[in-house]
């Protein structure tokens, strides 16, 4: 037991790779992870995308992702670190390009977390320069240039941050704009120090300045940090207003539902004719929760026909219900069989692991009272418009419900990838989200990406005044 003891031990401290990963006690830009390990990690990546994704050649083939994972073998034939294997993950998994098969950079926040500070911070790319968004506690001046974080350059970052920043069918723009919101993350990832040096342009004077970074955990729920939570508001302006929806996922759906019912009445007894609904940093959510807000814009009655591509798996949506909600589905499934959708979910269900299938989804829009907006109507979309938004901009373009202005958003007039499942790679215990549904819409087969009516982007100027340029262009049009 010693000699082996010993063996183990000398092997251990000559090797200056990990061959696995413990995330409380593993630097992801600093410490190396083994060849062996990360070669083992690929392929086992490959095999979960080959077991679980629905529609893995939709908008890239066989040999070109064959040729994308060769490319990624290839690169780990040396030693990485938890930073650089991710950016090799996320090349192999853009070639796919479904926005909800990924690898999210800021789960790398999660090793050595005890010992890591972060400065939040959003940051906006126009033509050439970086400008600050948003920051932490008005760490640095609204508006001005960012040059550098701790010596690192965003000019010489963007690149990476495109390579973490998810993409779906050719919404390149859209990805573009992903990337400077990432941005600011792979700075902060890079520079975990108590301190930071951040050099700036602020009024024609470039500024060096020492600033103060608080624990990462005192960050991860503001707003800075994660945008802002779900939440819905109402803004009155004589006969126009403005709903903003920040995100389709709230704490509680039933919740959520009543606010749009309270929102609409007060729509009508304003009597608003002109309704801006603003969508902008949505991120998605309940595909459900954006067909009842689509409920308030159409007839009562109206159909909305998509057809959903399922792949059957130990890790497709009917895997991930609680016993509960298994044993509803089948109660349900079984009264209904063989008329509706659900029957051919039910037909699904109890086919062999493998199947893949398309089941066509045709609810009918309706909401509690029934009630329907009839007036004009204006959407507010950006890069940051995913899943569910963009879907909902999908429906509003092709309904021609109204003009859209802003920037085009991540999906296309299709539909999207949608219900990802989350799994652990063995080695490096990375967290990659899989698809396990694909959603086609019956109005619009093409895969364009969905284009604003008006293109609206900031000003540095606007930017630095706080100035919402689709308001301006709402209340004045």
Same mark, same amino acid.
């Given at each position: 037991m010693f000699l082996c003891l010993s063996i183990l031990l000398t092997h251990g401290f000559a090797q200056s790779c990990k061959s696995f990963v413990f995330r409380y006690n593993t630097n992801p830009t600093q410490e190396k992870i083994c060849s062996g390990a990360l070669i083992e990690d690929l392929k086992e990546l490959k095999e979960r995308l080959l077991e679980i994704h629905p529609d893995l050649y939709r908008y890239t083939s066989s040999r070109s992702l064959d040729s994308a994972f060769i490319s990624a073998i290839e690169r780990c034939s040396t030693e990485r670190t938890l930073l650089e294997f991710s950016q090799i993950l996320n090349d192999y998994l853009l070639e796919i390009r479904d926005s909800h098969t990924f690898f999210n950079v800021r789960e790398l926040l999660s090793y050595d977390r005890y010992s890591r500070h972060y400065l939040p911070f959003w940051i906006t790319q126009m033509n050439e320069k970086f400008l600050i968004a948003k920051a932490w506690k008005s760490s640095f001046p609204i508006g001005c240039e960012l040059l550098a974080f701790n010596h690192l350059e965003p000019q010489k970052t963007i690149k990476t941050a495109l390579g973490?920043?998810?993409?779906?069918?050719?919404?390149?723009?859209?990805?573009?704009?992903?990337?400077?919101?990432?941005?600011?993350?792979?700075?902060?990832? $890079?520079?975990?120090? /108590?301190? *930071?040096?951040?050099?700036?342009?602020?009024?024609?004077? #470039?500024? %060096?300045?020492?600033? &103060?970074?608080?624990?990462?955990?005192?960050?991860?729920?503001?707003?800075?940090?994660?945008?802002?939570?779900?939440?819905?508001?109402? $803004?009155?302006?004589? /006969?126009? *207003?403005?709903?903003?929806?920040?995100?389709?996922?709230? #704490?509680? %759906?039933?919740?959520? &539902?009543?606010?749009?019912?309270?929102?609409?009445?007060?729509?009508?007894?304003?009597s608003i004719e002109s309704l801006a609904i603003d969508l902008r940093n949505n991120t998605g959510g309940y595909i459900l929760l954006q067909e009842y807000l689509m409920s308030f814009l159409t007839p009562e009655g109206t159909k909305y026909s998509n057809h959903y591509v399922y792949k059957r798996s130990d890790y497709d949506r009917f895997e991930q219900l609680s016993r509960v909600q298994k044993w509803r589905f089948r109660k349900t499934a079984k009264r209904y069989y063989p008329n509706g959708a659900i029957a051919q979910e039910w037909d699904f269900y109890n086919s062999p692991k493998g199947t893949i299938d398309t089941v066509l989804n045709e609810p009918i829009l309706s909401n509690r009272y029934k009630q329907e907006f009839r007036g004009k109507c204006t959407l507010f979309i950006n890069g940051m418009s995913m899943s569910a938004s963009a879907n909902f901009a999908a429906w509003f373009a092709t309904s021609n419900r109204g003009s859209i202005a802003g920037t085009p958003a991540t999906g296309t007039y299709t539909g999207t990838f949608a219900n990802p499942v989350t799994i652990y790679l063995n080695n490096t215990a990375l967290p990659i989200m899989i698809s396990t549904m694909k959603v086609n819409s019956q109005q619009d087969p093409s895969n364009k990406p969905i284009l604003p009516t008006v293109l609206l982007t900031p000003t540095a100027v606007d930017i630095q005044e706080g100035k919402d340029i689709h308001l301006t262009y709402f209340l004045s049009h």
């Open positions: 973490f920043s998810p993409i779906e069918a050719y919404t390149s723009f859209a990805q573009e704009e992903l990337s400077s919101y990432v941005l600011s993350g792979i700075l902060n990832l $890079q520079s975990p120090m /108590k301190t *930071a040096m951040v050099t700036y342009v602020y009024n024609g004077d #470039t500024i %060096i300045k020492e600033v &103060k970074s608080p624990r990462l955990r005192k960050v991860l729920n503001s707003p800075e940090f994660l945008g802002d939570n779900a939440q819905i508001t109402y $803004q009155h302006y004589n /006969k126009k *207003a403005v709903l903003s929806i920040t995100s389709f996922s709230p #704490t509680s %759906i039933g919740s959520f &539902k009543k606010r749009l019912d309270d929102i609409f009445k007060k729509i009508k007894a304003d």
